[in-house]
């Protein structure tokens, strides 16, 4: 992963997968963290998609700075993610 635009994606593909509550007012370290809370240590039943998935979100760390507002896009993504339904098939 190169960016938080796509930590953010990635992190409402997992929200909607682990239904996650996220709210607009949210960073993204705290969606980051809410996912990686829900996310279950043992994957290997797991669709490759969906390990690769979580290991993206693990492993990345998103660059926000103190003090400074979340762009508007992060939300956008992270609802785009959210609002994904092909990977539905992928719900525990």
Do not use: H, W
Request: aromatic fraction near 10%; hydrophobic fraction near 35%; proline fraction near 4%.
């Amino acid at each position: 992963m190169l960016s938080d635009y796509e930590c953010a994606y990635a992190c409402g593909l997992a929200a909607r997968l682990l239904n996650c509550p996220i709210t607009p007012e949210m960073k993204l370290s705290e969606v980051k963290a809410l996912v990686e809370a829900a996310m279950l240590k043992e994957q290997g039943d797991f669709d490759y998609r969906i390990r690769n998935l979580y290991k993206l979100i693990r492993d990345y760390s998103p660059v926000e700075r103190e003090g400074e507002n979340t762009p508007e896009e992060i939300f956008t993504l992270i609802q785009m993610g959210l609002d994904e339904e092909k990977y539905d098939k992928y719900k525990n």
